[in-house]
């Protein structure tokens, strides 16, 4: 049985899905934001981006190393909501139907969005 990485399309395909997470965020009314200051300074959204992709790779299986800070500290003092949260993981549901990735491979992205949500909500 493939790793959800591998099921994911490995580095390329998760490079891809970072990619449209990303711009899915920078274009959704509710979170844009939150995400747009980013975009003001190339090098830190080069950096972050990179860290979104070591996150997921990382977290799914992959050889890569994330090397950013915890999900509480990185989100401190951003008081993010759960409507808030919930437009993210539509985002990211979306960049996943957009890459035609299976449901079940769906079900466990969303599984550990999931987990990690009680360290992003409120912080």
């Not at 972050?48 to 500290?73: C, D, W």
């Amino acid at each position: 049985m493939q790793s959800l990485y591998e099921r994911l399309g490995g580095s390329d395909g998760i490079t891809k899905l970072v990619d449209d997470i990303v711009e899915n965020h920078l274009t959704n009314p509710a979170v844009k934001a939150r995400f747009l200051p980013l975009k003001d300074d190339q090098d830190h959204f080069a950096k972050t981006r990179q860290h979104l992709i070591n996150f997921l790779a990382s977290g799914t299986g992959g050889p890569e190393v994330y090397e950013g800070k915890e999900m509480i500290p990185a989100h401190r003092g951003m008081n993010i909501s759960k409507a808030e949260y919930l437009d993210v993981i539509d985002d990211i549901m979306s960049a996943l139907n957009k890459h035609n990735i299976d449901e079940q491979t769906q079900k466990d992205v969303l599984a550990i969005a999931y987990s990690l949500k009680d360290q992003i909500i409120g912080q």
